[in-house]
């Protein structure tokens, strides 16, 4: 009895696993690496598509761009204004230029780094804000 009991436990296992194996889909490998975004600063996405992070590097406050994919993007703006409202002290009001692919702050961003950032994106010599982003800077 044991040797009939055992042989049909053996041979259930051995459809399970084969029927598991045959209704597995081979998942090709992908030729295109993983991006991630930035874990420092704060990532948000953009209303036509793509993230950008604004982080502080050093004293300034930098905003790079990055693509659906998370893979690093050149800006489709060419300037920027950030009003960083702090709780304790008045507002700045702080231009942002392009350099390189990032849009950057020429100027020495006061700390405390804590801040409600409003952020406009300018395209071209537009006089109205392309793009607007409201976050909590860290």
Do not use: C
């Not at 598991?20 to 598509?49: I, W």
């Not at 905003?63 to 702090?86: H, I, N, Q």
């Amino acid at each position: 009895m044991k040797t009939w009991s055992t042989s049909l436990i053996l041979l259930i296992l051995a459809i399970s696993a084969h029927g598991a194996e045959g209704s597995a889909k081979p998942v090709a490998p992908s030729d295109e690496p993983a991006y991630e975004l930035p874990t420092t600063g704060v990532n948000q996405p953009r209303p036509n598509g793509g993230w950008i992070n604004a982080d502080m590097g050093g004293t300034r406050l930098v905003v790079k761009f990055f693509d659906e994919k998370k893979r690093p993007a050149s800006p489709d703006v060419d300037r920027g204004l950030a009003v960083l409202r702090y709780s304790a002290k008045s507002p700045d009001r702080v231009p942002l230029h392009r350099e390189g692919d990032t849009l950057v702050t020429p100027a020495t961003v006061r700390p405390p780094h804590n801040f409600l950032l409003i952020l406009s994106l300018f395209a071209g010599e537009e006089d109205e804000p392309v793009e607007l982003h409201t976050f909590r800077y860290p």
